[in-house]
């Protein structure tokens, strides 16, 4: 699948937990984020097509992303799915601060 960004994102190192509906929790750490999706390292393999949950610790962002791309290993490209406004504008924040 050929997944083009089409928002810019700042390089950002937050912790990250992300969650499946089936399993334990999932740390991860954010290299990037924008508006609409983030890359992260996790500790954990993911699936291409997987939906998860994501809380950005401390940044008060959750919401849900759709993995779209694993460009190395433990390394995803994650596309949010239904962002509120709320989460956009602290992300809009995050990125601003960068």
């Known amino acids: 699948m050929t997944e ?5 994102r700042a390089r950002l190192a937050l912790p990250c937990t992300l969650r499946r509906e089936t399993s334990s929790p999932i740390w991860a750490e954010t290299i990037d984020v924008g508006e609409g999706g983030m890359s992260v ?13 994501f809380e950005l610790a401390g940044a008060g962002v959750v919401g849900r992303a759709r993995v779209i791309r694993h460009p190395s290993p433990r390394v995803y490209g994650l596309r949010f799915e239904g962002l509120n406004g709320r989460a956009r504008d602290r992300l809009r924040e995050l990125m601003g601060a960068a």
């Open 4 to 8: 083009r960004r089409t928002s810019q």
């Open 41 to 53: 390292r996790a500790s954990r393999p993911l699936r291409e097509e997987e939906t998860v949950e």
